[in-house]
């Protein structure tokens, strides 16, 4: 089955206190993006990678570092959590050739930034 | 800029009833576009999507969308409102860097 995972699905951390986000997708894909989701604020995109090694800022890339050091792994780590980083994080996958191709999404992981 | 824009940020309807979601986008992004929903507590299913060909495009549960150039437009609609559709709604045109834009999403109430 097609899919992107994501782990852990649910966070409580402190400020200050480094954590990664894993992401894994299944199906191949080159191109790999982390969004957050706010309230009242729709999605947004945090960083994006076309293939592996390749990364780039995305719209909010503030206080998030990536990396892709193999084609299904995409992590997010914030190296230093503060509160306004707690937020819902997606992660998406999808071949980068074509719009045509559908963009999977992964089931979310909520995170609480104390 | 690319931009896109969802009128109403919340959506009531009685059941049976139509459904009409706006969304406009900026004329620089490319012609991509894509609808997703949100059910509570649960992640990002695609409804549908306008890539080429036929401006009117058809997706699951009974949602379609058409795609006005002219307009800058990709309103999503339903004939008639199930219970079932109440979730949050968002617009996505495609960016130029491969990503998707999103909206700030429409919430969709159905009422008995």
């Known amino acids: 089955e097609a899919q992107v995972t994501q782990n852990p699905r649910y966070l409580i951390t402190v400020t200050g206190k480094k954590l990664t986000v894993t992401c894994s997708q299944n199906m191949n894909h080159e191109y790999m993006s982390w969004y957050r989701q706010d309230p009242g604020l729709g999605l947004r995109q945090i960083y994006y990678s076309m293939n592996v090694e390749v990364t780039d800022k995305g719209d909010v890339p503030e206080g998030y570092k990536v990396s892709r050091k193999e084609k299904r792994n995409f992590p997010l780590i914030l190296e230093s959590p503060s509160p306004n980083q707690t937020s819902l994080y997606f992660c998406a996958s999808r071949q980068w050739a074509s719009w045509v191709e559908t963009q999977y999404f992964g089931p979310g992981t909520r995170l609480l930034v104390l | 800029a690319q931009s896109v824009t969802q009128l109403g940020s919340h959506v009531s309807v009685s059941e049976g009833a139509l459904v009409l979601l706006r969304c406009n986008y900026s004329?620089?992004?490319?012609?991509?576009l894509f609808w997703y929903v949100q059910y509570p507590n649960q992640g990002l299913q695609l409804l549908l999507k306008y890539t080429t060909g036929a401006t009117l495009v058809k997706g699951i549960n009974g949602f379609e969308a058409e795609f006005k150039k002219s307009e800058t437009s990709f309103h999503l609609t339903k004939p008639s409102a199930h219970m079932s559709d109440a979730a949050e709604y968002f617009c996505?045109?495609?960016?130029?860097?491969?990503?998707?834009?999103f909206g700030k999403g429409t919430k969709l109430s159905v009422k008995p």
């Open positions: 004329s620089s992004v490319p012609p991509y």
């Open positions: 996505a045109p495609g960016g130029s860097q491969g990503n998707l834009i």
